[in-house]
C-alpha cells in the first residue's frame, strides 16, 4: 500500500510556495515614501501564515497559479502601473497531491509546521532569492518570475527540485543561483542502484580507486556462485527481502571490500592535495551534476536550514583542511572515539574532520544497503541494493554563510 504522502514531496511544495509570497510581497507605500535609501534589508519578511495562504491558492489552482505584484518607483517614491507576474507549477506524485488536497484545503498544514518554518526562513534569509525580489520589484520593468517545482516527478537529468527562472523585458536571465536541490531529513545526494559489483564499486573509481580485480572475484564468488538465481529471485514480502540470506551476503561481501581496499586506498590517499581537490570535483558533480547555479538546500526538523552552493571557497575549504576516514559500525555515534545506539549491518564508510566526531564533522558518507523493488503490476518482489552517498552537516558549512 502507498504511503499517504511523502515529505520531500511536502518540503518542495512549500518551498514553491514561500519563494512565490517572498516575491509577491511588496514594500509598504508608507516605507516607499518615508526611506530616503531602499535596501536589499528593508524588504517586508513574509510570515509563515502568508506561506499558507499563497500555498492554499496553488492547491486550489491544481498545484498551479498565477499571482501579479506591481512595481515601486524608488526615485518618485509611488507605486508603478508596471505590474510583474509571478507563475508557480509544482509536480509532485499523485499520493502527495491527494494527501495536500484534502478539503478544507490547508487542514493539514499544521502537520508540517517545521517545514513551514524552515522554508520561510529561508526566504527571508537568502541572498539570492533576496537579490531577486529586490531587482525585480524595483526594475520598473515587466518581470515574469517562474517558479517551478520539478524535482521529484520524473527527474533523470538534473539535481534541481525547485527552479527559480526570471524573465525581464522579454530576456531570459541566465541560471546562475536560486536552482535549488532540497533535502528534508535525508543526507543523501547520490546513489547507484543494483546488485553487481561494479555497481557500487563504480562509484569510488572516479575517487582514484580503480583495481579491484582479487575484490570482485572474491565477491563474485560469494554472491552469483553461492547464489546463481540471485538476480531474479522472487520474495514474498518487503520484510523477506532485507531478511534473507542473499542480502546478509551482499552486505557481508561489501563490507570485506569497504574495510579492505577502500579504507587502505582512502588512507593512503585521504591528505594529499591532488585527491582533496578531486574529492571536492567528486562531491560538486554529485550533488549539482555541474549544471549552473544548483544549490544543495538542507531543511532542519527545528526549523532552520542549511545550504551549500559549492562555489570557489567549498573547494578551497576542503583542500585546506584535515580529514579522516573511519568505518562507521553503529547508527549513531557520539563524542570523539565514543561510539552509542544499535549497530547497523549496513557497510558504512566516513569522511571527516580529523581529530574530530565522525558525526557532528561528517563531511560525507558511503552506505550500502538493502533494498526491494516490485516489479509494476506483480505481486512479488526482488532484492535492490543501493550505495547511497550522504552529506554530514560539515559538508554545507565548507566556505558558506547559510545565507
Given at each position: 500500500m502507498a504511503t499517504e504522502y511523502n515529505n520531500g514531496d511536502i518540503a518542495e511544495?512549500?518551498?514553491a510556495a514561500a519563494i512565490a509570497a517572498k516575491f509577491k510581497k511588496r514594500l509598504s507605500t508608507a516605507k516607499l515614501s518615508r526611506e530616503q535609501i531602499i535596501s536589499i534589508g528593508d524588504l517586508p519578511r513574509v510570515t509563515s501564515g502568508e506561506v499558507k495562504e499563497t500555498l492554499i491558492t496553488i492547491i486550489s489552482n491544481s498545484f498551479r497559479s498565477q499571482f501579479n505584484a506591481r512595481d515601486r518607483d524608488i526615485v518618485n517614491k509611488r507605486i508603478s502601473r508596471?505590474?510583474?507576474?509571478?507563475s508557480v507549477e509544482v509536480k509532485i506524485p499523485a499520493n502527495s497531491e491527494r494527501y495536500m488536497s484534502a478539503q478544507p484545503i490547508g487542514s493539514r498544514f499544521s502537520n508540517f509546521e517545521n517545514i513551514f518554518n524552515s522554508a520561510t526562513n529561508f526566504v527571508n534569509a537568502d541572498t539570492e532569492i533576496k537579490r531577486k525580489v529586490f531587482n525585480t520589484q524595483f526594475n520598473l520593468k515587466k518581470d515574469l518570475i517562474e517558479i517551478q517545482g520539478v524535482g521529484t516527478?520524473?527527474?533523470t537529468t538534473t539535481k534541481v527540485d525547485v527552479r527559480v527562472d526570471i524573465t525581464t523585458a522579454g530576456v531570459k536571465m541566465s541560471r546562475t543561483s536560486s536552482q535549488i536541490s532540497l533535502k528534508f531529513n535525508t543526507g543523501q545526494f547520490a546513489q547507484t542502484v543494483g546488485?553487481?559489483?561494479e555497481k557500487f564499486a563504480d562509484i569510488f573509481e572516479e575517487l582514484g580507486i580503480t583495481d579491484y580485480t582479487k575484490d570482485k572475484e572474491e565477491f563474485d564468488k560469494a554472491i552469483f556462485e553461492t547464489y546463481p538465481q540471485i538476480l531474479g529471485k522472487r520474495f514474498s514480502s518487503r520484510e523477506e527481502v532485507t531478511q534473507s540470506n542473499e542480502v546478509k551476503a551482499l552486505k557481508?561481501?561489501?563490507?570485506?571490500v569497504f574495510t579492505g581496499r577502500i579504507k587502505r586506498e582512502l588512507d593512503n590517499k585521504i591528505n594529499d592535495i591532488n585527491f582533496k581537490s578531486t574529492l571536492a570535483s567528486f562531491i560538486k558533480k554529485k550533488a549539482t551534476l555541474n549544471e549552473s547555479g544548483v544549490e544543495l538546500v538542507k531543511f532542519l526538523d527545528d526549523g532552520r536550514f542549511l545550504k551549500q552552493t559549492f562555489g570557489d571557497d567549498f573547494t578551497n575549504a576542503i583542500t585546506s583542511m584535515d580529514l579522516a576516514v573511519t568505518i562507521k559500525t553503529y547508527t549513531r555515534n557520539f563524542g570523539p572515539g565514543q561510539m552509542m545506539g544499535d549497530e547497523t549491518d549496513n557497510p558504512t564508510i566516513c569522511i571527516y574532520t580529523k581529530g574530530g566526531d565522525p558525526v557532528q564533522d561528517l563531511l560525507i558518507e558511503f552506505r550500502y544497503r538493502s533494498d526491494s523493488q516490485k516489479p509494476k503490476?506483480?505481486?512479488?518482489f526482488l532484492i535492490k541494493m543501493r550505495t547511497l552517498v550522504m552529506a554530514g552537516e560539515k559538508l554545507y558549512t565548507l566556505g558558506a554563510t547559510n545565507e
Open positions: 511544495l512549500i518551498l508596471v505590474t510583474d507576474n509571478i516527478k520524473g527527474q546488485l553487481e559489483f557481508e561481501a561489501a563490507r570485506k503490476g506483480q505481486n512479488y
